[in-house]
C-alpha cells in the first residue's frame, strides 16, 4: 500500500484470487472499489459462523446481554442446542476457561456490565 506524506493511500495491490495476480490500484476509483470489498469482506466474516445463526442468535443475542451469555462467562449449567454442530460447545467452554483466568493482574475478572451497558445505549 502506498502513502503519501499525509497519509492518504495512493495505491493498493491486490491479488486477483481466481489467478493469484497481483494488480496496483492508483486511481481514486479503483482505490474506493477495492478497500469497500476489503472492508465488505472483512466485516462480513462472522455472518455464517453458529454464534450469528439460529438457535444460538437468539440464545446470546448480537450484544451478548442474556441469561445464557452469563451462565457462560460465569462456567454455570449453558447446554448448547442440540441443533449446534459439536465444535462449538467446546468453543463457548474455552471463552469459560479464558475469563475464569481473569483480566486484571489482581485476578479480578474484568466486569462485563459496562460493555453491556454501552452496547444497549
Not at 28 to 44: G, P, T, Y
Request: aromatic share 6%; glycine share 6%.
Amino acid at each position: 500500500m502506498g502513502k503519501t506524506h499525509t497519509g492518504c493511500i495512493s495505491k493498493v495491490e491486490v491479488v486477483l484470487l481466481e489467478d493469484g495476480l497481483h494488480v496496483v490500484k492508483e486511481t481514486k476509483a479503483e482505490l474506493e472499489v477495492s478497500i469497500m470489498a476489503s472492508n465488505e469482506a472483512r466485516f462480513q466474516l462472522t455472518e455464517n459462523t453458529p454464534m450469528i445463526q439460529e438457535p444460538l442468535r437468539s440464545e446470546l443475542s448480537c450484544y451478548g446481554c442474556t441469561e445464557e451469555v452469563e451462565q457462560i462467562l460465569a462456567g454455570s449449567t449453558y447446554e448448547c442446542p442440540l441443533e449446534v454442530d459439536d465444535f462449538t460447545p467446546s468453543f463457548l467452554k474455552t471463552i469459560n476457561a479464558m475469563t475464569l483466568e481473569g483480566l486484571w493482574s489482581d485476578g479480578h475478572r474484568q466486569p462485563v456490565t459496562p460493555f453491556k451497558r454501552f452496547t444497549q445505549a
